[in-house]
C-alpha cells in the first residue's frame, strides 16, 4: 500500500473533526479523507449491531478509495465496533476510548466525570477501561442525549447548549468532580461552554490529541509516512444532505471552500 495513500477518519456526524484537526496539526503533508455517516447519526441511541454494519461499509468504502489506514474518530463506534474491525481488516486501524487513565491520573480528590453517549457508557470496553485504570478513584457517568444532535446543527454555544450541557454537568458538580472526560469526539467543539459552566477548578480532558499522536506511532511502526513535503488536503463524504452538512463541515474545519461529496453506503 503506497505511503502517499490518503488516511480515511470516519464518524456519525461531524464530532470526528474534533480528531483530525489534531491529526492535522501533527501531520501537515498527509491526505486525508473524511466520511460523516450523517444519515445516521447519531450513533449513540442505535442498537450495536447496526454501529458495526454502519462501521463495515464505511471501511469498505475506504477500502475502495485507497486509504492506507482508518482512524474510527469516534469514541460510540470504537467502543462497539473496532475488535471486530480490526478482525476483519488487514489495515491498520485507529481507535478513540474516553480518557479515563489520563483523568485517574490528573484527577486531584479522586472524582472523575464522564461525559459520552449511552452505548459508549454501556459499552464492554468501556467496562473494562474503568475497571483497569479507574479502580482507585471515583468514576461518575453521564450519557448525554441530544448534544450530538446540537453540534451537527452548527450550534458550539448559546442558550440552548448552555441548558442542556448545564443538566448533564449538574450531578456531577454535585459529586464534586474535579475532572471531566469529553467521552464523544463532538463535544470538543463545545469545550469552551463547558469550562465556563464547569468553572476554573475543573480539569478538562480531552482524547483528540493523545488520538493524533498515536496515529504518528501507527505510521512510523508500519513505515507510512506520506514522502511529500507539500501540503496535505482533506476531502469530505457524507451519508446525509451534502448541503446542510457542508455548511456545518465548513463551519467547524474552518475552510470557507470545502466541499463534501453524498456517498450513501
Ligand atoms: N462522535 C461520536 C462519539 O464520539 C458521536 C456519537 C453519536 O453519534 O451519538 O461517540
Known amino acids: 500500500m503506497p505511503a502517499a495513500s490518503p488516511i480515511g477518519f470516519f464518524d456519525s456526524g461531524v464530532g470526528g473533526l474534533s480528531v483530525m484537526r489534531e491529526a492535522r496539526l501533527l501531520l501537515p503533508?498527509?491526505?486525508?479523507?473524511?466520511?460523516?455517516?450523517?444519515?445516521?447519526c447519531p450513533y449513540g441511541i442505535k442498537?450495536?449491531?447496526?454501529?458495526?454494519?454502519?462501521?463495515?461499509?464505511?471501511?469498505?468504502?475506504?477500502?475502495?478509495?485507497?486509504?492506507?489506514?482508518i482512524v474510527v474518530a469516534c469514541n460510540t463506534?470504537?467502543?462497539?465496533?473496532?475488535?471486530?474491525?480490526?478482525?476483519?481488516?488487514?489495515?491498520?486501524?485507529?481507535?478513540?476510548?474516553?480518557?479515563?487513565?489520563?483523568?485517574?491520573?490528573?484527577?486531584?480528590?479522586?472524582?472523575?466525570?464522564?461525559?459520552?453517549?449511552?452505548?459508549?457508557?454501556?459499552?464492554?470496553?468501556?467496562n473494562t477501561l474503568v475497571e483497569k485504570f479507574g479502580d482507585a478513584v471515583h468514576v461518575y457517568t453521564v450519557p448525554c442525549p441530544g448534544l450530538v444532535e446540537l453540534v451537527e446543527a452548527g450550534e458550539k454555544d448559546g442558550p440552548?447548549?448552555?441548558?442542556?450541557?448545564?443538566?448533564?454537568?449538574?450531578?456531577?458538580?454535585?459529586?464534586?468532580?474535579?475532572?471531566?472526560?469529553?467521552?464523544?469526539?463532538?463535544?470538543?467543539?463545545?469545550?469552551?461552554?463547558?469550562?465556563?459552566?464547569?468553572?476554573?477548578?475543573?480539569?478538562?480532558?480531552?482524547t483528540g490529541r493523545a488520538?493524533?499522536?498515536?496515529?504518528?506511532?501507527?505510521l512510523e511502526q508500519y513505515d507510512l509516512f506520506n514522502p511529500g513535503i507539500g501540503t496535505g488536503r482533506e476531502c469530505f463524504f457524507t451519508s446525509g444532505d451534502p448541503e446542510k452538512t457542508g455548511a456545518v463541515v465548513r463551519k467547524l474545519w474552518g475552510d470557507p471552500e470545502a466541499i463534501i461529496e453524498r456517498v450513501c453506503l
Do not use: W
Not at 81 to 92: F, G, I, N
Open 29 to 40: 503533508a498527509e491526505e486525508f479523507m473524511y466520511y460523516a455517516d450523517s444519515a445516521c
Open 160 to 206: 440552548e447548549v448552555e441548558a442542556l450541557l448545564g443538566s448533564f454537568l449538574k450531578p456531577l458538580l454535585e459529586k464534586d468532580i474535579d475532572t471531566v472526560v469529553l467521552g464523544c469526539t463532538h463535544y470538543p467543539f463545545i469545550r469552551p461552554t463547558l469550562g465556563v459552566l464547569a468553572g476554573p477548578n475543573v480539569h478538562i480532558i480531552d
Open 47 to 69: 442498537p450495536a449491531e447496526i454501529i458495526i454494519e454502519r462501521s463495515r461499509a464505511i471501511c469498505d468504502f475506504f477500502l475502495g478509495k485507497g486509504v492506507k489506514l
Open 211 to 218: 488520538v493524533a499522536r498515536q496515529l504518528v506511532r501507527v
Open 77 to 126: 463506534a470504537s467502543i462497539t465496533a473496532l475488535e471486530v474491525l480490526r478482525e476483519d481488516y488487514q489495515l491498520p486501524i485507529v481507535g478513540i476510548e474516553p480518557a479515563i487513565k489520563p483523568a485517574a491520573a490528573a484527577t486531584k480528590n479522586g472524582r472523575i466525570g464522564v461525559l459520552a453517549t449511552g452505548l459508549t457508557l454501556s459499552g464492554r470496553r468501556f
